[in-house]
Nanobody, 121 residues
Framework: QVQLVESGGGLVQAGGSLRLSCTAS????????MGWYRQAPGKQRELVATITNDGRTNYADSVKGRFTISRDNAKNTSYLQMNSLTPEDTGVFFCNAVIRQIRWGYDNAYWGQGTQVTVSS
């Protein structure tokens, strides 16, 4: 009943930029934390950035100063602006959101299907 859809991935040269978007839809009462995770080939999924519902952010050391996470609560959407991309940033990027579907319900974590980001050298 809740779906997260990512967009904005693609192929970019080193030094370039991409902006990822993730929109949540379905039965949603509230969205708490939202985040982006990356899975490089042959590696485990790792945290890239998170943002709370009041805008506090957290970043992996490897992306600090280059990536910016933001959200538009009215649109149930999070964004990841990625600048100064390097080949090491290549991977599948997944969005995550902690969502409560009804007022007195529980929070559950949902994941998008992932979007491929490839950075060429």
């Amino acid at each position: 009943q809740v779906q997260l859809v990512e967009s904005g991935g693609g192929l970019v040269q080193a030094g370039g930029s991409l902006r990822l978007s993730c929109t949540a839809s379905g039965r949603i009462f509230s969205i708490n934390g939202m985040g982006w995770y990356r899975q490089a080939p042959g590696k485990q999924r790792e945290l890239v950035a998170t943002i709370t519902n009041d805008g506090r952010t957290n970043y992996a050391d490897s992306v600090k100063g280059r990536f910016t996470i933001s959200r538009d609560n009215a649109k149930n959407t999070s964004y990841l602006q990625m600048n100064s991309l390097t080949p090491e940033d290549t991977g599948v990027f997944f969005c995550n959101a902690v969502i409560r579907q009804i007022r007195w319900g529980y929070d559950n974590a949902y994941w998008g299907q992932g979007t491929q980001v490839t950075v060429s050298s």
